[in-house]
């Protein structure tokens, strides 16, 4: 194991961010995670916990925050439902310079906070 982070969101404050800056989700979030998140009526849920799970990368890696735009970082899911991690640009440069070649994720919330686990391999 070369690093473990995690990262909890409060549900409230991130949907007034989203309210108050519209365009945040499109540089925060990739086009697919977007996407997946609109199917809800309320989308807040799982874009705090895709939030929370670029900030657990970031703790794995050892980085701080914005060190690399957090849209190089993206979650994706498996057939199964199951969430993994996809790393673009300078978060994939990073992951290679650490030795990085596999995550484990998890994601989970509830009414009030988003959570994510990471744990770099």
Known sequence: ???IGTDLVELDRFRLALRRTPRIAERLFSEEERAYAARRR???ERLA?????KEAVMKAMGVGLWKFPLR????VRAPTGAPSVRLHGRAAAMAVERGVSEWRLTLTHT???ASAIAVAL
């Open 72 to 75: 190089d970082v993206e979650v």
């Open 49 to 53: 916990a895709r939030f929370a799970a």
């Open 1 to 3: 194991m070369i690093g």
């Open 111 to 113: 009414d009030r906070v």
């Open 42 to 44: 309320d989308p807040t």
